[in-house]
């Protein structure tokens, strides 16, 4: 059959250029779709009940923390900082400052001697050749007992640096830690019990404080004057730590199952590691 008429029979087939047959299928034109009018009602009715749903106002707590007397009861809240108690929690920066505590503890004084500065002669042990043995020239070569150290330590300073903003943010972020665990306590009156161990470890044992507490850290505002005789009377329990307020890094925080604050512990805390404007503010 010849092509002009295969084409006359079939006008959806054509021969491109090189001689193959092409369909081509008719354009299809899209109906714009009809806007559901009875669903978007529904929806508006949904979102007008949703609106009209009261609000309820939540007042959010303070931070607080409860201060219990000598026979063990609680007798005071006091409302913590929340620049200090309140912060954003911070692992990475509370284990940099660990890190740099511990590094600035070390003294690096560990020394060694090299064969130059072993005591001893440097005369030849023995001749170069005819003794079946090793050549050697010193007896203070690290091959033999007493002689020098290769590579051993020497001297040197391990301390690192982190800026004061860090140190205090590393800080905060450490004692919110160990307020939302519920492991800080508040004492108030211990400071006038007589400086005796066996005393002072009653009336913890009053609080609930037992033997499941390993570490247990103490801060004062200071050791002398008026906290002397309960600084006396804990630094001799076994694992309890005494601290200064003003001296509170983020080891000795996170290093503590326990923590004790005296009442004017935080004022001094605010004083040492809180500007004027967070004061106030």
């Known amino acids: 059959m010849p092509i002009s008429k295969i084409s006359n029979l079939s006008p959806r087939w054509s021969f491109g250029e090189a001689g193959k047959s092409q369909i081509s299928k008719p354009r299809q034109t899209r109906s714009k779709p009809r806007l559901k009018t009875k669903s978007l009602k529904k929806k508006a009715v949904v979102s007008k009940k949703e609106t009209t749903r009261p609000i309820v106002a939540t007042k959010k707590q303070g931070l607080v923390l409860d201060f219990f007397d000598i026979k063990g009861k609680a007798i005071e809240t006091v409302d913590l900082p929340k620049e200090m108690f309140g912060a954003k929690i911070n692992g990475s920066l509370m284990a940099q400052a660990v890190r740099v505590y511990l590094a600035n503890q070390r003294v690096g004084t ?10 001893g002669s440097t005369r030849k042990i023995w001749r170069q050749k005819g003794t079946g043995r090793a050549r050697h020239g010193s007896r203070k070569a690290p091959i033999f007992v007493h002689g020098g150290v290769v590579f051993g330590p020497k001297p040197r300073d391990f301390s690192l640096k982190l800026s004061k903003k860090m140190n205090r943010l590393a800080l905060f972020s450490s004692l919110s830690s160990k307020l939302k665990e519920g492991a800080i306590k508040g004492l108030a009156g211990f400071e006038k019990l007589e400086p005796k161990t066996r005393i002072f470890a009653a009336a913890l044992n009053k609080i609930g404080i037992d033997n499941k507490y390993k570490k247990i850290a103490l801060v004062l505002p200071s050791t002398k004057e008026d906290f002397q005789n309960l600084y006396r009377a804990g630094r001799n ?30 004022k001094t805390m605010e004083d040492t590691f809180l500007k004027k404007e967070e004061k106030h503010g």
């Open 237 to 266: 329990i076994e694992g309890l730590t005494v601290l200064n307020a003003s001296l509170l890094n983020v080891y000795a925080v996170l290093n503590s199952d326990l923590m004790l604050f005296a009442k004017d512990s935080l």
């Open 110 to 119: 560990a020394s060694t001697k090299t064969r130059g500065e072993v005591h």
